[in-house]
């Protein structure tokens, strides 16, 4: 497939360009600068790659659309992509603003209309275009850029480039908090040999219990004493109310009697109470409080130690998680970056010899920056040509960088190739070219 004709109208620098390119060899679009040379090149990349390849306002100034028709294999497919200012509302102000617009139409020869026609032309000469002379021209990671974008995978590297970042910097913040947990285990030192167990508690309840019972009784028998003190101020009372009232005597008598018996009953269960000797029953209780006292501090002795056992396992499963979690960080990166390499070396180079490594772009062992100018040169004409077997052509801007002899290498290139090659350089006096002058051709 091959360019036969371009007609561009009001694009950027151009005002009005047609030109019908020969097939093969070398085109030269020369002009000075600010004469719209570039935007000739620009318009067949907008043409036939899409807005993505336009300049931000590729409208020429003063004008209210641009045109660009692109005329593959005379008349097969006819291109014609327009951008143009139209009218958009604004959702906040409710009014209506300018804003730029682009339409496409792709026709082939009987005049039917391609439908989906950038995913069509994308199919028959792809969407991104390689300028050789700016790769010639890049530092080595820019050439691999450039390529790599070219090749389609530039997004899945970034996709990986930032997995694998995202993956370095969490495994950065694991060393970190690894280092953390393994000082602290290391500041709590080994733990010491573990205390015996300690006594058997003693159940002191039932000393207790004999001993309230004890106390008991001895408060039984004090109140029948303080009773019997009280009997016997009453019998005294009695008596000398006898004495005072002998009307009385004989009633008080029995009473008395009777009072006087139950006094000495009572006097004879008193004595017979037995009031147990508590102090064998204090100190026994007292030496079981001294084995419980030494009962509770042996138990805190072996909490506090089985405390320190506990935290210092924690710490170490922490450090022992932090860690894992670190190493799989490591194989993740690790994973990413194989899975990066094989992504690059399973990659379609369009040129036999070439190769892509982290440092850029290598041709037959050598990186293509080190290589002679004329290497250099072709190989990035081959590398644009390749990206695009189905057409015939490619274009590539300043120009000026070349020599007489890089010239001729560039047409001897395009006619070993079969292949149009449309060069724009600084200059109007090279023999055969389009001399372009404030956006027209002189």
């Known amino acids: 497939m091959r360019i036969t004709a371009v007609s561009i109208k009001n694009f950027a620098g151009v005002r009005d360009v047609a030109f019908e390119p020969h097939q093969h060899g070398l085109l030269v679009i020369g002009g000075r600068n600010e004469a719209g040379k570039s935007s000739c090149l620009n318009a067949i990349s907008y043409c036939l790659g899409g807005p993505k390849h336009a300049p931000a306002d590729p409208i020429r100034h003063g004008e209210k659309?641009?045109?660009?028709?692109?005329?593959?294999?005379?008349?097969?497919?006819?291109?014609?992509?327009v951008a143009y200012w139209g009218k958009k509302k604004n959702k906040e102000t409710g009014e209506s603003e300018d804003v730029l617009k682009h339409k496409l139409e792709v026709k082939n020869a009987d005049g039917f209309r391609l439908h989906s026609p950038q995913q069509r032309l994308n199919e028959l000469i792809g969407e991104r275009f390689l300028d050789p002379m700016a790769f010639m021209q890049s530092k080595p990671a820019d050439q691999r850029g450039m390529?790599?974008?070219?090749?389609?995978?530039?997004?899945?590297?970034?996709k990986l480039d930032h997995e694998r970042q995202t993956a370095y910097d969490d495994r950065r913040l694991k060393g970190r908090e690894l280092t953390t947990a393994k000082g602290r285990l290391d500041a709590a030192g080994v733990a010491?040999?573990?205390?015996?167990?300690?006594?058997?508690?003693?159940?002191?309840?039932?000393?207790?219990?004999?001993?309230?019972?004890?106390?008991?009784?001895?408060?039984?028998?004090?109140?029948?004493?303080e009773d019997l003190r009280t009997a016997?101020?009453?019998?005294?009372?009695?008596?000398?109310?006898?004495?005072?009232?002998?009307?009385?005597?004989?009633?008080?008598?029995?009473?008395?009697?009777?009072?006087?018996?139950?006094?000495?009953?009572?006097?004879?269960?008193?004595?017979?109470?037995?009031?147990?000797?508590?102090?064998?029953?204090?100190?026994?209780?007292?030496?079981?409080?001294?084995?419980?006292?030494?009962?509770?501090?042996a138990v805190a002795v072996l909490q506090d130690w089985q405390r320190q056992a506990d935290h210092r396992q924690a710490m170490?499963?922490?450090?022992?998680?932090?860690?894992?979690?670190?190493?799989?960080?490591?194989?993740?990166?690790?994973?990413?970056?194989?899975?990066?390499?094989?992504?690059?070396?399973?990659?379609?180079?369009?040129?036999?010899?070439?190769?892509v490594t982290e440092d850029g772009v290598?041709?037959?062992?050598?990186?293509?920056?080190?290589?002679?100018?004329?290497?250099?040169?072709r190989v990035s004409l081959a590398i644009a040509a390749a990206l695009k077997p189905e057409l015939r052509a490619i274009w590539c801007k300043d120009g000026q960088a070349l020599d007489e002899q890089s010239l001729a290498e560039v047409e001897r290139f395009a006619n070993e190739k079969d292949l149009l090659?449309?060069?724009?350089?600084?200059g109007v006096s090279d023999a055969g070219a389009l001399i372009v002058e404030e956006g027209v051709i002189s």
């Open 192 to 225: 010491g040999p573990k205390p015996p167990e300690p006594p058997a508690a003693q159940d002191a309840s039932a000393l207790r219990r004999q001993l309230d019972e004890a106390h008991a009784v001895g408060r039984r028998k004090a109140s029948a004493e």
């Open 147 to 158: 390529l790599l974008a070219c090749l389609g995978l530039q997004e899945e590297l970034d």
């Open 232 to 297: 016997a101020t009453r019998e005294s009372a009695a008596a000398r109310e006898v004495e005072r009232i002998e009307a009385l005597l004989h009633e008080a008598k029995q009473t008395l009697e009777v009072r006087a018996v139950e006094r000495f009953d009572r006097e004879r269960a008193v004595e017979a109470i037995t009031v147990p000797d508590t102090f064998g029953i204090e100190m026994a209780l007292e030496g079981v409080d001294e084995a419980n006292a030494a009962h509770n501090d």
């Open 316 to 355: 170490s499963q922490a450090a022992q998680a932090v860690e894992a979690e670190h190493n799989e960080l490591s194989l993740k990166i690790t994973s990413l970056d194989e899975r990066k390499r094989k992504a690059i070396e399973g990659a379609d180079l369009p040129v036999k010899g070439l190769s």
């Open 65 to 81: 659309r641009a045109e660009v028709q692109t005329i593959l294999d005379g008349g097969d497919l006819i291109v014609e992509r």
């Open 362 to 377: 290598i041709y037959n062992g050598v990186p293509l920056s080190q290589a002679a100018l004329s290497r250099r040169l």
């Open 421 to 426: 090659v449309i060069l724009e350089r600084v």
